[in-house]
């Protein structure tokens, strides 16, 4: 028995037109399931908690993007109980990129009904009361400014009836860093001597590779390792930042500039020196001067590739 978690307003009305293929393969291959939509904000993370709370196996299939995931995977009570299928159809699917979960539908569909599976960590945020899981990062700073613009952006909606949902993070990415409010932050790594970093634009604790709408910001990031790599960009002077964004698309930022230091780590604690704005996995959770990562010891199984 599949659960299907499906997000009708992923993409606009292509997320509709993925999910009717779907059920009509599983009708005609004769495969029992039962379809949840979501209909607000956190309904996908009630619906997983729903589905998982009696500690006996599960299998959801997640149809909708980054952010249906993130809630789905918050949800889950019993993570090693759960096997979990991705069919993309958001307009970042960052995670299905760094996974090589394939974009089209049918190869999606036909990649969960092959079995294959591989056990999957996440990373655990908190700051203050708040707690939450990640799949794909935790930042502060410019990445979640950029965020908490998107997600009100007229513009990011008027190009996804397109598919052109990505470009809005570009052209707000390049308005916020001309825009940008850096701080600084004492991070300590895994108990290690607490380093102290001044002018930070972004700092960032990644569990998998790519971000924002496909920047490849981590490459070594990898949901599979159960470790996370906290990367900090500080020091950036304006004339770095035009050839920066090109270049993290294809991961060769780091090469490009020493002003990005990167680490991989189990636990990190964050004082920043003032409020910062935080998001997990492009959800913004508002601003905090101290901010606490950790790697996931559990882990879910998920459909994966070779």
Same mark, same amino acid.
């Given at each position: ?5 499906f997000n ?9 037109? +993925?999910?009717?293929?779907v ?5 005609v291959? *004769?495969i ?6 979501? *209909?607000?904000a956190?309904?996908?993370e ?9 500690? +006996?196996? #599960?299998?959801?299939l997640v ?7 993130n809630e +789905?995977?918050?949800g889950? #009570? ?17 995670f ?8 089209? /539908?049918?190869?999606a569909l ?6 294959k $599976? ?8 908190k700051a ?9 990062? #935790?930042?502060?700073?410019?990445d ?11 513009l ?17 990415? +390049?308005?916020r ?8 932050? *004492?991070?300590? /790594? ?7 970093? *001044? ?19 981590? /490459?070594?990031?990898?949901p599979r ?5 906290v990367?900090?960009a500080?020091?950036?002077p ?16 780091l090469?490009?500039t ?7 780590t189990?636990h990190? $604690? ?8 935080i ?15 950790s790697?996931?010891?559990a882990?879910?199984?998920?459909f994966w590739p070779?």
């Amino acid at each position: 028995m599949y659960h299907i978690i499906f997000n009708p307003k992923s993409k606009g009305s292509q997320s509709r037109d +993925v999910c009717r293929m779907v059920l009509a393969q599983l009708k005609v291959r *004769d495969i029992a399931y039962t379809l949840y939509k979501t *209909d607000h904000a956190r309904h996908a993370e009630e619906i997983a908690h729903m589905l998982t709370r009696g500690h +006996v196996p #599960c299998t959801i299939l997640v149809i909708g993007g980054d952010g249906t995931m993130n809630e +789905v995977v918050n949800g889950i #009570c019993y993570p090693d109980c759960v096997t979990l299928g991705l069919i993309p159809s958001g307009s970042g699917n960052d995670f299905a990129k760094a996974a090589h979960i394939p974009r089209d /539908p049918q190869k999606a569909l036909d990649l969960i009904l092959s079995g294959k $599976t591989a056990s999957i960590h996440y990373g655990i945020m908190k700051a203050g009361r708040k707690k939450r899981r990640f799949l794909i990062s #935790c930042g502060a700073g410019f990445d979640s400014e950029v965020c908490r613009e998107v997600q009100h952006s007229r513009l990011k909606r008027f190009l996804s009836r397109f598919s052109l949902g990505n470009l809005a993070y570009y052209f707000i990415a +390049v308005k916020r860093m001309i825009f940008r409010t850096e701080f600084s932050a *004492d991070i300590s /790594p895994d108990q290690r001597e607490t380093q102290h970093f *001044d002018n930070i634009t972004f700092v960032t604790a990644f569990n998998s590779s790519y971000e924002g709408g496909g920047f490849y910001f981590c /490459p070594p990031a990898n949901p599979r390792q159960g470790k996370l790599h906290v990367l900090c960009a500080h020091d950036l002077p304006l004339y770095e930042l035009p050839p920066l964004f090109p270049l993290a698309r294809i991961g060769k930022h780091l090469r490009f500039t020493s002003k990005i230091s990167l680490q991989d780590t189990y636990h990190c $604690t964050l004082t920043f020196s003032q409020p910062v704005c935080i998001h997990t996995d492009g959800e913004v959770l508002g601003h905090s001067r101290h901010l606490e990562f950790s790697a996931s010891r559990a882990s879910f199984n998920m459909f994966w590739p070779d």
